[in-house]
């Protein structure tokens, strides 16, 4: 199963040709999922969306009438579409600012660039760690939060392909809080055991050869284990 980054996401919608509102034909801003999911709670399974805010639209001025006969409740409908598809649906607004606030087509474009930048100069840096040896050097990178995911996927991948086994206890110290970054790391921890042919004791986590029979630093037995 492919994921991709928050950055690869934004990137290929920018590109896109905004698409037109079925209802009024007015161009859909790109549009940003809040935290806090509206509807179900579920959201749309995108971090982006394109939403007509046209205050003109059919959908969006007949819209209050209507969940008021049938709801008894003071909304109505923007339209969206789920960037990439000829999918459009309506998503509820509770007055005419409700959703504009996550209204980043200019946000987007500049936070790209700087997006794009830091990426360049995270991978040159990857780059001159590679050919230096630097191991250090990587795992700086992969620790710093503000860096772009893609630069620390790929610090995380070669941490694993030339890491020593003294990586891998502050990899394991580390919660990352991105599926995407824990799994490489995970990957790379393994990298490490299978070049170096160790493993982790079961018992106290401590690092061993992959053929021990008893832990040197707990005493138990881990044959089999």
Known sequence: MSFETREEVLEKVIAMPKPKCPHC???MSL???PPMHMGDGLGWGTPFLFICFS???SLYREGWKHIEESYAHKASYRCMNYPGTDVFEVMPVFSDMGGRGQICDDQAMAEQEVSKEAIKRG???LAEFFTTKDGPGMMRLLLDPTEP????LKAAEMIGDLGEVESIEPLRNVRFGNELIQKKVDEAVAKIHERHFTRECPFCAE???RRANVCKHCGKEVAGT
């Open 25 to 27: 034909g007015v161009e």
């Open 207 to 209: 690092i061993i050869k």
């Open 123 to 125: 991978f040159n840096l």
């Open 31 to 33: 549009w940003e999922e």
């Open 149 to 152: 995911a893609r630069v620390r």
């Open 55 to 57: 205050d003109d639209c």
